[in-house]
């Protein structure tokens, strides 16, 4: 039976419009959206404030959650806080696995993401041995997400090395397959539906050899499905890659067939200028992070350069230290404010269509992230009445969401034409709260503490 919905405002991508009747139909898409309707049909579901196309994360590592606050004790590199990362991945199983990322996608709902892209390579038990389902940690997250009510992309991780070619040192002995033939043997067990699709990742060219890139390269090409990669996000993974090949990982990975429209790099952030042009060029997209990417002090990634020459933007939490896709959206432009010392280098609404139907796009839903008959009827409605919102209403509603919204400010996520988040409550978990809390105070206590 379809569903109906009175939207008091809605960004339709180029402008916002009031009163709107939105129908959807029982495939889970939009069925119908008419506009100049000032009040609310009978029996339509009210959404009171800003209407906008559902959030696409296009870039997240569940259990780096259970990292936020409790590495910011002492000064660090993205190196040390890699140690720490390890220590929490090592404690991981499918079934806390699973809980954790029901609580952290419930956490995403309950800030207007309706589809999530989950880099993933926790694979194996500790010792790299397989689950007696070999897919089991992957699994235990795509059912996390279709609790949590949201689409997942997963895009198992290929992470084979240490770092160019050197056997994985033991806490990474779980990441790895062996080769890129057994990943790709593993990953194939996989299947997706109108919920999963399922992708594929090199984790960097750190992690995946030269002479295997290729493999993960085809395994995705012959499948239509997106592949995703960690690009250049460290000096150091550059200076590596230069002394191994010769050549910067962008080249690297432009030498063996990586780059392309349906490959998107992830960070971006230290590149040359030929960088820049095979990137842009081949259509290669660029998921940038902009919270994880200054909590770790990676630096700030040529965004603006990098669209221009082509490449489609989108955005994720990555590490979680922030977990709000308005802030992403915001942090980009204001990053680069700082960097360039201008302003006014991205519209909001530009802001937007990267956090949204870029992201959509950059996870193998393209037909995704507009609020058009026929796309998904997935959408997130932000409140107008905040301390943060309120002022302007409707007349500035990309800047009132981009610059001046929070996650904090939603108050309902639609995914599929059914209510995940209804006024400012998840629908499907009872506290994402305090299943966060009892999460990860477990991965933290258990052992070494993680804190430390």
């Known amino acids: 039976m379809p569903l109906t919905y009175w939207l008091e405002h809605a960004w339709l ?37 800003l209407t906008l196309p559902g959030l696409a994360n296009a870039h997240s590592h569940a259990f780096h959650r259970a990292l936020r606050a409790a590495t910011q004790r002492a000064r660090g590199t993205f190196w040390t806080w890699r140690e720490t990362m390890y220590a929490v991945a090592a404690r991981l199983t499918p079934d806390t696995y ?45 059912e996390a997400a279709r609790e949590a009510g949201l689409r997942i992309t997963l895009l198992d991780t290929a992470y084979l090395s ?77 200076e590596a890659c230069l002394a191994a090949h010769g050549m910067t990982p962008t080249r690297l990975l432009h030498e063996h067939g990586v780059l392309g429209p349906r490959t998107t790099g992830v960070h971006n952030t230290h590149l040359t200028d030929e960088d820049i042009h095979l990137i842009g060029s ?49 942090a980009l432009e204001l990053d680069e404010r700082l960097r360039t010392r201008t302003r ?32 998904p009827a997935d959408f997130t409605t932000l409140a107008l009445d905040t301390v943060r919102t309120a ?19 939603v108050r309902h996520t639609v995914v599929g034409g059914e209510h995940v988040v209804r006024d400012g409550r998840h629908t499907r978990v009872a506290d994402p709260a305090a299943l966060l809390a009892e999460t990860i105070a477990a991965l933290l206590t258990e052992g070494t503490d993680a804190r430390a």
């Open 282 to 330: 081949s259509g290669t997209g660029t998921c940038m992070c902009p919270t994880t990417e200054r909590d770790l002090a990676d630096g700030i990634g040529p965004a603006v350069a990098l669209q221009e020459a082509g490449s489609p933007l989108s955005l994720g939490s990555d590490s979680h230290a922030v977990l709000d896709l308005f802030e992403e959206a915001r």
């Open 162 to 238: 240490s770092g160019f070619g050197a056997p994985p040192e033991p806490h990474q002995l779980r990441f790895g397959d062996g080769d890129a033939d057994a990943w790709a043997r593993r990953v194939d067990r996989l299947r997706g539906d109108s919920h999963t699709v399922v992708g594929a990742a090199i984790h960097s060219v750190r992690a995946v050899p030269a002479d295997q890139l290729a493999t993960v390269a085809a395994w995705a090409a012959d499948r239509g499905a997106p592949l995703h990669v960690h690009l250049s996000e460290q000096p150091a993974e550059n």
């Open 98 to 142: 699973h809980r954790l990322a029901r609580a952290v996608y419930a956490e995403m709902a309950l800030g207007g993401i309706t589809a999530v892209g989950e880099f993933h390579y926790v694979h194996h038990q500790p010792d790299g041995t397989p689950y007696a389902d070999p897919n089991a940690m992957g699994e235990a997250l795509t």
């Open 13 to 49: 991508g180029a402008r916002t419009a009031s009163g709107l009747v939105l129908t959807a139909g029982a495939d889970g898409r939009i069925a119908s959206l008419t506009e100049g309707v000032p009040s609310p049909p009978p029996g339509a579901e009210i959404l009171r404030g």
């Open 344 to 375: 006014g280098h991205w519209t909001a609404a530009a802001l937007l269509e990267a956090a949204s139907p870029g992201g959509h796009a950059a996870l193998g839903r393209p037909d995704a992230g507009r609020l058009v008959p026929g796309a």
């Open 391 to 409: 002022g302007h209403g409707p007349a500035l509603g990309a800047e009132t969401a981009v610059f001046a919204g929070s996650a904090a400010d």
